[in-house]
């Protein structure tokens, strides 16, 4: 009943979330139309007025992948092979790589390529909308025997932006593991009661404002950005208890 493109949608669909696409260009939206039209008048009505009313919850900016380009990834994965991806830096820059593929990770609606760049000889966490073509290659491509793909993931997104972050945090590590995510920042003990949250962030205000998801006292020390946007933060909250 389905094609290839539209079985792998739906798969990809159920990770992601993406159930509202109604454009029958689109492989999820042409499968789900499929399926409405076979389902009893009784079960179809209403799954069709849901489908028109449903919307996506995920990460800004986040797009669902060519289902057959993700497959092509996770085939890959799967069978240790390299890969020559050309890459959309932006759209005006596509460039050409070749990098070993380990594993394909979906997080809030995107979706990565976790991989060895011999391009640029370092590890590389990929967007995979962003991917215009991928060729297998007959070359061997194994993983790290110690690879965590969630783990891999979420250090990428910490690190690397534009402002330092460290935080301490009287409470232990596994109680800061609660209340703030791996995405924000290396946990580090430093005893048994404190930790340190180091990171980075490109939006203070944005990365201040998790920060009160901490059910404990936590001092700012950097950055001066970070502290500042705490302050401005902290001013608004007064001035609106006023």
Known sequence: MFTPAEALGLVMAVL?????SADPADPVGGALGKILRVLPEAVAGPAAAVRSLSTRHPEPGARTP???TTAVLVQAC?????????????PEDERVM????WA?????????LLCWSHTKNARRVLRVDKMAGVDVLDVPAVPPADLD???ML????????????EVVVDAPAEAVAEWIPRSLGRREPIDATTTRLVGSTDEPDW????LTAIRAPFRIVGSRELREAAEALGRRLLQAGA
Do not use: F, K, M, T
């Not at 992601?16 to 509202?20: F, P, R, V």
């Not at 799967?78 to 890969?83: E, I, V």
């Not at 394909?104 to 990565?112: A, D, I, K, L, T």
């Not at 990365?207 to 998790?210: I, K, P, T």
């Open 98 to 101: 070749e990098v070993d593929p």
């Open 66 to 68: 060519d289902p057959e």
């Open 78 to 90: 799967a069978g240790h092979r390299r890969l020559r991806l050309a890459y959309r830096i932006r």
């Open 207 to 210: 990365y201040v404002r998790q």
């Open 104 to 112: 394909v990770v979906v997080r809030r609606g995107r979706w990565y």
């Open 154 to 165: 979420e250090d990428h997104l910490s690190a690397g932006w534009r402002h330092e972050v």
């Open 149 to 151: 793909p969630a783990e």
């Open 16 to 20: 992601d979330g993406h159930h509202d």
